[in-house]
């Protein structure tokens, strides 16, 4: 099993910025893809960033350009900087890993950390 810890979450005017941190511990062998996904109220999951081993990194549209995804394989922890957030960013983000093991994927999530952009 993974266990991850988010921290950093909280309430900002618009504009404002936030840094969301993870922490993975457990069965941390083989983690090869590290991000972050948001839920709005009434609105499904959606991917905001993720950063693959190699050092590849995938935003969502709506946050390119102010947020940045940033990831340490070594400790097995991942931040993400947001920048000139929108009320729109409101949500709980969660922080998820994926694994591979013997070429199945298995994925593991936080406990989710609230950010609140008010206007």
């Known amino acids: 099993q993974v266990r991850l810890v988010e921290s950093g979450g909280g309430s900002v005017r618009s504009g404002g910025s936030l840094r969301l941190s993870c922490a993975a511990s457990?069965?941390?062998?083989?983690?090869?893809?590290m991000g972050w996904y948001r839920q709005a109220p009434g609105k499904e999951r959606e991917l905001v960033a993720t950063?693959?081993?190699?050092?590849?990194?995938n935003y969502a549209d709506s946050v390119k350009g102010r947020f940045t995804i940033s990831g340490d394989y070594a400790k097995n922890t991942v931040n993400l900087q947001m920048n000139s957030l929108k009320p729109e960013d409101t949500a709980v983000y969660y922080c998820?890993?994926?694994?591979?093991?013997?070429?199945?994927?298995?994925?593991?999530w936080g406990q989710g950390t609230q950010v609140t952009v008010s206007s």
């Open positions: 998820n890993v994926r694994r591979v093991d013997r070429g199945t994927f298995y994925y593991y």
């Open positions: 457990g069965t941390i062998l083989s983690i090869n893809q």
């Open positions: 950063i693959n081993s190699g050092g590849s990194t």
